[in-house]
């Protein structure tokens, strides 16, 4: 049987969610916890994605296989286990059963990412904020995150040397908003390269000091350039807060 875990992590203290050598992930930490409630030497789950180092996730899926049926009970048992037996910063939501060719990274046919940028020192949230006290051009850069939409290749904002086919992403919502002393940048797309909000929201930054224009952001992406695009800016502020999937299609039918 596939069954499908939603959760959420602080990735501060992980080198990511994929299984990485000698250092902790995500990834890594819920397949020993994983294994040892199930008693099997290793039970392997694959994520709807790959945050990058340092990059939070406020919502996250991933699958697992395993020789057994559980019941509902039996599934909201396995998520109290679990929970009580993961660190801190690594919460399950919900345990559930889906169609045998389910599948949490190819299936979600969108995700959405914020990132947020303090511009008042706050003691409470820097842990997770970019600090930038100096004024912006918010109208420029939602100008220029417009352009993101319009636009399929970047490569100008993926790190080089990348295991991709290729650098084409749809994206569908770009903007900034203010929620109260942070200005939050929203971002959705069917999926996103490696590095790439980071380095979008770098870019779209120096639209906001006058560093660049709004044109020169449209050449940039044109460029397909990484050298040319702005300085990815701290995993701290980043958040995968969505990944939406066509439920109807992965759900087993009920008798």
Request: proline share 4%.
């Amino acid at each position: 049987m596939r069954y499908f875990l939603h959760l959420a992590y602080n990735g501060a203290s992980y080198f990511g969610w994929q299984v990485q050598p000698d250092h902790p992930s995500v990834q890594e930490t819920l397949e020993r916890c994983l294994s040892l409630m199930l008693h099997q030497e290793r039970i392997a789950i694959t994520g709807c994605g790959r945050t990058d180092t340092g990059v939070h996730a406020t919502c996250f899926y991933a699958h697992f296989d395993v020789d057994r049926l559980f019941t509902p009970a039996e599934c909201s048992s396995l998520v109290a286990k679990l929970n009580n037996f993961l660190p801190k910063d690594i919460v399950i939501y919900r345990l559930f059963a889906v169609k045998d060719e389910a599948h949490a990274r190819f299936d979600a046919d969108a995700r959405t990412y914020h990132y947020y940028i303090s511009t008042k020192k706050n003691p409470f949230t820097f842990l997770n904020r970019m600090f930038l006290s100096r004024p912006l051009n918010v109208e420029a850069m939602n100008e220029a995150a417009a352009l993101l939409l319009k636009n399929e290749d970047f490569t100008s904002f993926s790190k080089v040397h990348t295991q991709v086919n290729n650098f084409i992403c749809h994206v569908t919502e770009a903007h900034w908003d203010y929620e109260g002393d942070d200005l939050v940048f929203t971002i959705s797309a069917n999926r996103f390269l490696r590095n790439m909000v980071r380095a979008v929201v770098g870019t779209l930054l120096e639209v906001g000091l006058g560093k660049i224009t709004v044109s020169d952001f449209q050449n940039i992406i044109d460029q397909k350039n990484r050298c040319e695009a702005g300085t990815s800016v701290p995993a701290c502020a980043l958040f995968l807060t969505d990944v939406r999937y066509p439920w109807q299609n992965l759900l087993p039918n009920e008798e």
